[in-house]
């Protein structure tokens, strides 16, 4: 599951640096909570034009997210100084830790691979977790996802990095990492999810 918040220009990005250090602890301790990377971009800061903040959420139980988005549980915070943002969420379907899986992330990055109508799912799938398989054993990797999104038909790699995040994908979406609440980490399952 991931908001983005994108902010005005101009946006002075220590009030959401702020706001990350004296509240960010408020989710490591998370029932059903597999991870929570506080994300944020900068303009003009490693390929970005925009500042946002976009936190991405690794959540072990769905009924849980649920609470956190529409029970009280947490997310009311985020309607309250930002309005109610639009929230994608997709469908797991693996998990990979890395070697760095015991350092705190500096960075991470996501990338949305389109599925054309023409494209044959297995095929395109089993791709993508040989493909996450090998981005497992990436030098600073921590944690790596892949999902899909089955109402826009998009394949989301999603990972954390102990440093930068590798180039290799220049059509990745690149963020810092301001915290990391993970208290279900060790509960994400390995490899496959289905």
């Given at each position: 599951m991931q908001y983005e918040i994108t902010l005005p220009a101009d946006y002075d990005m220590t009030i959401v640096r702020e706001r990350?250090?004296?509240?960010g602890h408020a989710l490591d301790d998370?029932?059903?909570?597999?991870?929570?990377?506080?994300?944020?971009?900068?303009?003009?800061?490693?390929?970005?034009?925009?500042?946002?903040?976009?936190?991405?959420?690794?959540w072990n139980d769905a009924g849980r997210m649920g609470e956190f988005l529409v029970g009280g549980g947490g997310f009311q915070g985020i309607v309250a100084d930002f309005g109610r943002p639009a929230v994608r969420h997709w469908t797991g379907l693996a998990v990979e830790a890395g070697r760095a899986r015991g350092t705190a992330p500096r960075a991470a990055s996501r990338r949305l691979v389109p599925l054309?109508?023409?494209?044959?799912?297995?095929?395109?799938?089993?791709?993508?977790?040989?493909?996450?398989?090998?981005?497992?054993?990436?030098?600073?990797?921590?944690?790596?996802?892949?999902?899909?999104?089955?109402?826009?038909?998009?394949?989301?790699?999603?990972?954390?990095?102990?440093r930068e995040a590798p180039g290799?994908?220049?059509?990745?979406?690149?963020?810092?990492?301001?915290?990391?609440?993970?208290?279900?980490?060790?509960?994400?399952?390995?490899?496959?999810?289905?």
């Open positions: 990350v250090a004296t509240r998370r029932p059903g909570l597999g991870l929570k990377a506080y994300l944020v971009r900068e303009r003009g800061v490693a390929g970005s034009a925009v500042n946002q903040y976009a936190p991405f959420y690794l054309p109508a023409s494209a044959d799912l297995t095929e395109r799938v089993a791709a993508a977790l040989a493909g996450l398989r090998e981005l497992g054993g990436a030098d600073g990797l921590h944690t790596a996802a892949l999902a899909v999104d089955p109402h826009h038909w998009r394949l989301m790699t999603f990972a954390l990095w102990e290799a994908h220049g059509d990745a979406e690149h963020y810092e990492v301001l915290h990391l609440s993970a208290p279900g980490l060790t509960r994400l399952p390995a490899g496959r999810t289905w």
